[in-house]
Each structure stands twice: as structure tokens, then as C-alpha cells.
């Protein structure tokens, strides 16, 4: 093969079989259970990388079970984990702290394209008579379950479309062929397209459970605040980069800290 043939083919590993397909990535019938809870803001603050900002009045997670039955080039999948509400230069957004799901494709492209926080596991989501049940398994071990009451109440559309529209943020990390970091970049995506199925609301629970390489329980429950079950047609918008932490050395000498502490 000719080096002006690998340029012309290099879109994602391997080079000859690329674990993904290019974009546009459209989900249909993308279904959510996020469960919005309070936990400890110490624990908060030792995890979300500057430049974001937190609330410091709203310490909350949302912890989310999303199921994606059809889904461009990355087919049947689930994924489970858990985003933190932030803010970036004045802008509300949240930033995605860890995801776990079960399809080999999403995974390599989600860390690839966009640097999503992705490890293999086994999520699900389903309804069991009257309840919306999610739950992650990693490995054999029970790490997280979530369960809501079944479409007790519609949610107004509007603001739930308004909310999937917010920046959402990642920190984005590829190791040079030495181990030291290549790219290490905060990246801004988000939702696009947006057709709103339905809503809902309604009481909930949830429980995490202590796992040395799904910490999920790093971040404790404290008060489960609020539950929302979505259902809707989108798009995966591409991301771009919002800052380079390789330029900027005191940036980087926190994300060295970051992960000595993990």
C-alpha cells in the first residue's frame, strides 16, 4: 500500500477494517432514565478538571442508563454512567465523568473521535411492569441500579429539548508512543437535531455500589433530587476543541495530579 493510499484511507483503526464508520452518527429512539442526585462536593471538586467550573450550591451528578436500539454505524447498544453538571466561560453545560457500555464500536469511536470517558461493561434498561429499570454489571458485580416509577408524569418537551441542546464537555486523552500525553484537550459537543418522542417524571432510586475499576460509588448518593425518562431522535454532533492543556503547563500539572490520585 502506498503512503498516499494510507492518508487517503486513515479515518480510525485498524487501517484496513476501522472499528467505526465516519459520521454523522443518528440515534433513533434513544432512550433515557436520568437520575439527578446530591452528593459530596469534595468529591466533586477533586474529579472535574479546570477550566470547568462547578456550582458550588448545586452539588448534583446525573447518573444515566441510556438505551440506543438503532443507532448509525454503531448499531444495538447501552451505555451507563455519570455526567456533572458545570460551567465554562459563563456557559451552563455538563461535563461527562465516566461511561460504561456494551459494544466494542462506540467504545473505540467514542474515545477516538470525541475523548468519551468509555470502558466495556454490561448495562441495561428496561421496563418491568410498572417500573423503568437500569442497571451495570461489570464483570459479574452489580455496580449500579436505578429504577423510576413508569411514566407517572408528562415533562414539558420544551425544556427537556432545551436541556439536551446545552455544551457538553470531555477531556479528551491520547498517550504519545513514549506514555506521556500526545493530546490533552478539553472538547465541547453537542446533541443536534433533535426530535422530542416523550417525557416523563416521576419518583425514583438509586444505588451504587463500591468497584475498584467501576468507581461509580467514588461519587455517593446523598439525595436523589429528581428522575426524567426521555425518549427521542438525534444526532451525535462532532466535537471541537475548546482548550489545550498542553499548552498551557499549570493546566497540565492538575491532570498529572488527577491521575496519580486514581
Given amino acids: 500500500m502506498r503512503e498516499k493510499e494510507v492518508l487517503e484511507r486513515a479515518f480510525a483503526m485498524p487501517l484496513t477494517s476501522p472499528s467505526y464508520p465516519p459520521g454523522p452518527y443518528r440515534f433513533v ?16 471538586r477533586a474529579i472535574v478538571p479546570a477550566p470547568l467550573e462547578l456550582d458550588e450550591r448545586e452539588t448534583l451528578v446525573k447518573y444515566e442508563f441510556i438505551r440506543m436500539p438503532d443507532s448509525n454505524g ?10 456533572i453538571p458545570v460551567s465554562f466561560r459563563g456557559r451552563r453545560g455538563s461535563y461527562t465523568h465516566c461511561m460504561f457500555l456494551n459494544d466494542e464500536g462506540p467504545i473505540a469511536g467514542g474515545r477516538e ?62 498517550p504519545h508512543v513514549d506514555g506521556t500525553p500526545r493530546i490533552c484537550e478539553l472538547v465541547e459537543y453537542h446533541l443536534e437535531d433533535v426530535t422530542m418522542k416523550g417525557a416523563w417524571i416521576g419518583p425514583a432510586a438509586l444505588h451504587l455500589s463500591p468497584h475498584a475499576l467501576a468507581p461509580v460509588a467514588e461519587l455517593p448518593v446523598l439525595e436523589v433530587v429528581s428522575a426524567i425518562h426521555i425518549l427521542a431522535d438525534l444526532t451525535l454532533g462532532l466535537g471541537k476543541v475548546v482548550h489545550d492543556y498542553l499548552r498551557h503547563p499549570s493546566r497540565h500539572a492538575r491532570i498529572n495530579e488527577m491521575a496519580l490520585a486514581t
Fill in 74 to 83: 454503531f448499531g444495538d447498544y447501552t451505555e451507563s454512567g455519570q455526567v
Fill in 113 to 174: 473521535l470525541w475523548g468519551f470517558p468509555k470502558k466495556l461493561a454490561q448495562p441495561t434498561l428496561r421496563t418491568e411492569i410498572d417500573t423503568l429499570v437500569g442497571t451495570l454489571d461489570y464483570g459479574p458485580l452489580r455496580v449500579a441500579t436505578g429504577t423510576m416509577g413508569y411514566k407517572h408524569r408528562e415533562a414539558d418537551l420544551a425544556q427537556v429539548k432545551a436541556s439536551l441542546a446545552a455544551p457538553n464537555f470531555l477531556l479528551k486523552i491520547i
Fill in 29 to 44: 429512539n434513544r432512550e433515557y432514565l436520568i437520575i439527578t442526585y446530591r452528593t459530596d462536593p469534595a468529591k466533586l
